[in-house]
């Protein structure tokens, strides 16, 4: 079945150094949208990237999306406090409807 | 700024007992789902709703699950015969249609339903 997967599952920094996680579906998605959750909180919407070899910036926020439209990845630069929280990618399987996939999500924490 | 609510934001339960979960989408959204995510896990996919019918499942979303939109406004998710196992934040979420730019989901604050 649909897998996707993130890596890595957990990451600590120290404030102010950069962080990267991985996205990989087992199958083409159609789009790909990026979700932060803060602890205890509900996932909330950042990005959508569409089309293949995308690159969008927010900010300190780098999102890519693959040129086969299976893998991507989220750099933030130079982390801060406010950054912590669990970062999934989702998205539906190419030519499907509706169902999103979530990935496994990596969970960020920073130390100050 | 609309959001999508949910209610109760707890809901304890003993196993066996039915539960229904509310929801309130985005007034101008067409398509509505739920998710699931146990503790410390992923958020799983478990339903989307459209036109008043279920559009797609997952292979979480078995017999004992059922949705629907009983009214204009509200969205519902009734577990007929609560296990432990079903111990999880659920969220709903809504998006304004499919296609890029708008199947952007909206999610809910979540219930947290505990079977006790």
């Known amino acids: 079945g649909q897998q996707v997967m993130q890596i890595p599952q957990y990451q600590h920094v120290q404030e102010g150094e950069d962080f990267t996680t991985y996205c990989n579906s087992s199958t083409t998605l159609s789009n790909i949208q990026w979700y932060k959750q803060r602890p205890g909180g509900h996932p909330v919407f950042l990005i959508q990237l569409v089309k293949s070899g995308e690159v969008k910036k927010q900010k300190r926020l780098t999102f890519q999306f693959g040129e086969a439209k299976k893998n991507s990845s989220l750099h933030i630069t130079a982390t801060q406090t406010t950054d912590v929280g669990t970062y999934f990618c989702?998205?539906?399987?190419?030519?499907?409807?509706?169902?999103?996939?979530f990935g496994t999500g990596t969970s960020l924490t920073v130390i100050p | 700024e609309p959001e999508v609510t949910q209610t109760p934001s707890h809901q304890v339960t003993q196993m066996g007992q039915e539960v229904i979960l509310r929801c309130v989408p985005i007034?101008?959204?067409?398509?509505f789902y739920w998710y699931r995510q146990i503790l410390g896990q992923k958020v799983e996919f478990l339903v989307s709703f459209y036109n008043n019918e279920i559009s797609e499942k997952s292979e979480i979303f078995d017999d004992q699950f059922s949705v629907e939109r009983p009214d204009g406004s509200n969205f519902t998710l009734k577990i007929r015969s609560t296990k432990l196992e079903d111990s999880a934040m659920y969220f709903c979420a809504s998006s304004e249609a499919l296609g890029a730019t708008k199947n952007i989901q909206y999610f809910g604050a979540g219930t947290r339903l505990s079977v006790l």
């Open positions: 007034s101008n959204h067409l398509y």
């Open positions: 989702a998205g539906p399987k190419l030519n499907t409807g509706n169902q999103f996939y």
